[in-house]
């Protein structure tokens, strides 16, 4: 194999998000990257990278080469290719700085890839776990799928997929997770987020309530407050597509909801079921029904289109997805409402703890307090024989087989979801201190050292990862934790401009706000230095609340302090 120094890109300034405070700790860790890039792909000798072996090894933690935050790599890299295509077909082996040009738009996701810094670090060992599962999932032929339309009643029992996608983006799917399916139910918890982020929990909750019914899920019944039990049962799913953007002409309303699933899946597959929505519509008495009898008990909004509305349920139940794009909406909603590939703020933070919460206690039907005790987790389950299930702050799963119990559930996805949780911690009290479980936590990286997880704290800190910190907090790290030269997450924050770390810092963590580094400097001074006011006004804040003296200003930080 040759190298292609000669073929190489002209060499550029590595292009980084982070600025110039954190340049230091960027490059630091780069020396410890790029050590364990040499290691692992690379020719120490000869200054040389080889490139495919780079990719497979991006693959193994979880990343792929379609992900869209390695979109200017990729360009990069097709340009490179183009160049030596003529010259040299087997040129694997590219110099340093060729590599380093390839990758240096996307170095911080790469950096994170590499530094076992993703959700799961070792995400080979949990994907053989979850093929695993799968595998023993498929030998159970239990359960029918749903016959009250034909379209459902033919569906393929064989059909089993399984997708994984983390909250750090890392994926792993098999099975059929591309066969597209219709979310029949699964689409009132999406619905209830989006009315959520329209109406916030108040203005939904006028209208519907939040109590499992233990009632069978179309059952003609309101609660005592005559309001639909919760909006994961029909009653409150037509509820909460009335709710949703009423103004609108239903056309504009469809739209609505499409692009903001869209997004959810990071524009990934989402169609529309002609055949199941018709079909839907055709066999419905029990749902206009509902509606009637809600319309009756004075349920609605004034102004309510009773027809149209129904309509828009029926559509909304007819939108397709696969378990690769279900997969994603999941992360999305384990992500706190930002979807992992593309940063998109999709969701409120509350608009998914409020979602979460009811499909922890509603989300599968007659068996949701079952479900809760035995597997810990919120899930959405439809008549397709989907489930979404999401572990918070860690990854978003979904689930589809066609044959469902008597309870309404998906056989397999039901048998998954219990296997999963005795391998792994993922039920929500799996965690409880002093609770000792022999179950495995995939979230540790193997033996993480103390100045690793220090690293990585002032590096998610640096780089305005809310979640990396969050999982941070959560594993117990010390979050006020100062590396070699004195500075904390909060320094390296407000370094960066970061307010809402700034803020999850001192308002969750409680992190002391005025810490000093071995040059005296507090956050209140580099917020000063590196002109972010708002992060400055947010510590002094704090102090003043918690009571502590604010100290005068550093000779080149004085804008912030209080009079
Ligand atoms: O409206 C219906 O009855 C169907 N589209 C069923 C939706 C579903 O998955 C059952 N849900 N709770």
């Given at each position: ?14 292009k ?12 630091q ?15 120490k ?14 693959t ?13 790599m ?20 590219i110099s340093?700085?060729?590599f ?31 093929e ?14 749903a ?28 099975g ?13 918890a ?33 609660d005592?407050?005559?309001?639909p039990?919760n ?6 799913a ?80 007819s939108?397709?997805?696969?378990a ?33 919460t ?25 008549v397709?024989g989907c ?8 990854m ?7 044959p ?20 792994f911690?993922?039920?929500?009290f799996?965690n409880?201190r002093g ?18 997880i220090l690293f ?14 969050r ?11 100062k ?10 924050a ?40 708002d ?14 003296e604010i ?6 930080a004085?804008d912030?302090?209080?009079?």
């Amino acid at each position: 194999m040759s190298s292609m120094s000669d073929c190489d890109l002209p060499p550029r300034p590595l292009k980084r998000s982070i600025s110039y405070n954190c340049k230091n700790l960027v490059r630091q860790h780069l020396v410890h990257v790029e050590n364990r890039l040499f290691e692992m792909f690379g020719d120490k000798e000869k200054n040389t990278i080889d490139i495919s072996r780079f990719l497979l090894g991006l693959t193994a933690t979880g990343m792929r080469h379609s992900d869209p935050r390695l979109k200017e790599m990729r360009e990069n890299l097709k340009k490179f290719q183009d160049k030596i295509a003529a010259s040299d077909h087997h040129a694997l082996n590219i110099s340093y700085d060729t590599f380093m040009s390839i990758i240096s738009d996307n170095l911080e996701v790469i950096v994170k890839a590499f530094s076992s810094s993703f959700v799961i670090p070792d995400f080979r060992g949990f994907c053989h776990h979850i093929e695993e599962i799968y595998a023993k999932c498929l030998t159970n032929t239990d359960g029918k799928a749903a016959h009250y339309i034909p379209q459902l009643a033919r569906a393929n029992p064989d059909h089993w997929a399984v997708s994984v996608c983390t909250v750090d983006g890392q994926r792993y799917s098999t099975g059929d997770v591309n066969v597209p399916f219709t979310l029949q139910s699964c689409s009132y918890a999406l619905n209830y987020a989006l009315a959520l982020g329209q109406l916030s929990d108040v203005g939904v909750h006028i209208y519907v309530g939040m109590e499992p019914s233990g009632r069978h899920y179309n059952e003609l019944c309101l609660d005592y407050n005559n309001k639909p039990h919760n909006p994961m049962i029909n009653a409150g799913a037509i509820m909460t597509a009335a709710l949703l953007k009423p103004d609108l002409s239903a056309a504009d309303r469809f739209d609505f909801v499409f692009n903001m699933y869209k997004r959810l899946g990071g524009g990934e597959y989402l169609g529309f079921n002609n055949a199941v929505f018709l079909s839907e519509k055709e066999c419905a008495d029990r749902n206009f029904a509902l509606a009637y009898f809600m319309r009756e008990n004075k349920c609605f909004p004034e102004g309510t289109r009773l027809h149209e509305t129904l309509d828009f349920y029926f559509q909304l139940c007819s939108l397709e997805i696969t378990a690769e794009s279900g997969a994603l909406m999941a992360a999305t909603l384990a992500n706190g409402g930002i979807n992992p590939l593309t940063g998109d703020p999709v969701l409120t933070v509350d608009a998914v703890r409020n979602t979460l919460t009811l499909m922890h206690s509603c989300g599968m039907y007659n068996y949701s307090g079952q479900f809760a005790f035995k597997v810990g987790l919120p899930s959405k389950s439809g008549v397709s024989g989907c489930v979404l299930l999401v572990v918070p702050n860690t990854m978003g799963i979904c689930l589809w087989s066609p044959p469902l119990d008597s309870n309404g559930n998906s056989c397999r996805a039901v048998q998954f979801c219990m296997e999963l949780v005795s391998r792994f911690n993922f039920h929500n009290f799996d965690n409880l201190r002093g609770h000792f479980t022999s179950k495995c936590d995939p979230r540790m990286a193997k033996a993480e050292s103390k100045a690793q997880i220090l690293f990585d704290l002032l590096f998610s800190a640096a780089a305005g990862d809310l979640s990396a910190l969050r999982r941070h907090s959560l594993s117990g790290s010390d979050m006020q934790a100062k590396d070699y030269d004195g500075r904390t997450a909060l320094h390296v924050a407000t370094s960066e401009g970061h307010l809402n770390i700034v803020k999850y810092l001192l308002y969750n963590c409680q992190v002391y706000p005025l810490p000093k580094d071995r040059w005296g400097r507090t956050p209140l001074d580099d917020a000063s230095s590196f002109g972010h006011p708002d992060c400055g006004e947010v510590i002094i804040e704090c102090s003043k609340k918690r009571g502590i003296e604010i100290p005068l200003p550093l000779s080149d930080a004085n804008d912030f302090h209080a009079d």
